[in-house]
């Protein structure tokens, strides 16, 4: 017994532990407290201990499990994730018009959440289409869970499943969003819904808000706070185990310019500045580029096409996606592209390219490489629009908490006047919630809880979460460590089995941090 206590592995599931200790130590405890009367003090430290495994034990037959408590609604769960991921809710201001600000798709996914909740008999709330909530509980204060509807654009990859849709195929789920946002956003859900329905005495009520323009600038959330009141204290479901309690501070460069280039007609690719871009095209005047690029794609063992229209030569090539707050794990097609570009003509934009950002996602080329607590700065290249010898590109950087945002601009703006370009930016502010702050603390412990985890503790990440939009607030879950949803990727995935254990975590975060 002091093993498994002195290990925190005190388990709920450890029932035939429990059943005989709960038999033993009764009568032992009685013994315990007669002797205690009569015999000196010293001499009963171990019948002190057998009090309190007896509380102890008392205390654990008291304890709900939360994971069975899960599977009782596994069924509904997959069918509203599976509704929702049916729902294509990608930004699209073509349709954008008042009460749904980010296009026709993610109002619907907005109205879908807020009928779930209303369905469920809880009050809901439309923040005039930007985001929505569900109050789950009664009181005046607020526990807040942060959570995005919307999602990145499939266009371009090769998926092995449906994109649009929630696929079960052995212990996995397939589909856009079932692991960024709307698996754990239904998983928090779930887990607000099965702790209110427990009988204890609760500090606050949960509020569920989900917001549709996460993964666009998170418009939706700076307006919703606008208008609505913060949460007492919160966490997203939007990163990753253990409990994150630092993210390093967005900075976007826009850089633009002119040239007086008369060979490349255009350069198109990325969609959205926190990806990786996995295919970029260009539009050559001529038509003498079939060996050079046959050569420079044998050379990187790059895969991509040439094709010669009306006089003029079609490039394609591909490269991999990945999120820009880990840019490394991708191959950016943008790049490379300009690489064989800035090879072949002088176009001053691909040169541009060429020199300070192929190969290299440190900003070592830039001059402005810093590691810091938070780990490395990472520069990702996510658009890049070139036609009519006017071009512009966008930059996604992650900056660590104690990084010099004054170097790094000076240093920019050198690289930029260098070529005649120009550049804007703008510089957000890092998230750091103390470690040892209870919130922190006691999402760690469930996540230990339910783990056993003793390796991982709590930590800091480069990507940027609706943490970042309330005080108080870290981002918790749900990928595992050791895991990888291929998120913004082909072929998003998470197990049913994470999933399910999330909602446990979650359900069990909420009743300790509720309960008085």
Not at 88 to 102: M, R, V
Not at 361 to 390: D, R, S
Not at 419 to 445: C, F, M, R, T
Request: aromatic letters at 10%; proline letters at 4%.
């Amino acid at each position: 017994c002091l093993t498994f206590i002195n290990h925190n592995t005190f388990d709920c599931n450890m029932k035939l532990y429990v059943f005989i200790l709960h038999i033993l130590l009764p009568p032992f405890y009685y013994i315990s407290t007669t002797l205690e009367r009569t015999l000196q003090k010293g001499a009963v430290c171990v019948f002190q201990i057998i009090q309190k495994l007896y509380i102890i034990v008392t205390e654990v037959n008291k304890m709900i499990d939360f994971k069975e408590e899960v599977l009782k609604h596994k069924d509904e769960m997959l069918k509203d994730l599976k509704d929702l991921c049916l729902i294509p809710s990608t930004l699209d201001e073509s349709t954008a018009k008042e009460n749904q600000p980010f296009g026709e798709n993610n109002r619907k996914a907005l109205d879908l959440m807020l009928s779930i909740g209303q369905r469920d008999g809880f009050v809901t709330d439309d923040c005039d289409g930007y985001a929505g909530s569900i109050d789950i509980g009664e009181g005046e204060e607020c526990f807040g869970i942060l959570g995005h509807l919307d999602v990145v654009p499939t266009e371009g990859q090769e998926w092995d499943y449906p994109e649009y849709d929630m696929t079960l195929d052995g212990d996995t789920l397939y589909g856009r969003g079932v692991a960024d946002d709307k698996g754990p956003l239904i998983a928090a859900y779930y887990a607000a819904k099965i702790v209110n329905e427990l009988d204890f005495e609760k500090k606050m009520k949960v509020r569920i808000i989900f917001g549709c323009n996460e993964e666009n600038g998170s418009r939706c959330m700076h307006y919703y706070f606008q208008h609505r009141p913060y949460p007492k204290m919160g966490f997203t479901p939007d990163a990753d185990f253990p409990v994150v309690y630092g993210e390093k501070g967005n900075c976007h460069f826009i850089i633009k310019g002119k040239t007086d280039d008369d060979k490349v007609i255009s350069i198109h690719s990325g969609r959205v500045v926190n990806i990786v871009p996995d295919q970029a095209k260009a539009v050559l005047k001529g038509t003498d580029y079939e060996e050079s690029y046959n050569a420079f794609l044998k050379e990187n063992n790059f895969k991509g096409s040439l094709e010669v229209v009306d006089g003029n030569t079609h490039l394609f090539l591909k490269g991999k996606s990945a999120h820009a707050s880990q840019p490394q794990l991708g191959n950016n097609a943008a790049s490379n592209l300009c690489h064989y570009i800035a090879s072949v003509t002088d176009n001053s934009y691909a040169k541009f390219v060429d020199e300070y950002l192929y190969n290299d996602y440190l900003g070592e080329k830039f001059n402005v490489a810093f590691t810091g607590e938070m780990g490395a700065l990472t520069v990702n290249l996510g658009i890049l629009n070139y036609e009519n010898n006017e071009g512009s590109l966008t930059l996604d950087l992650r900056l660590p908490h104690d990084s010099d945002n004054d170097v790094l601009v000076k240093n920019v703006d050198e690289a930029v006047n260098k070529y005649g370009l120009s550049e804007e930016h703008d510089i957000g502010p890092a998230l750091y919630v103390d470690p040892n702050s209870e919130l922190v603390q006691k999402l760690h412990e469930s996540y230990v809880q339910f783990t056993n985890d003793h390796e991982h503790g709590p930590q800091t990440i480069g990507g940027g979460t609706y943490a970042k939009k309330m005080p108080n607030c870290v981002a918790f879950g749900c990928e595992f460590p050791g895991k990888n949803h291929h998120m913004h990727e082909e072929n998003e995935l998470i197990s049913l089995d994470d999933l399910l254990t999330a909602a446990a975590i979650y359900a069990q975060s909420l009743y300790n941090l509720l309960k008085k």
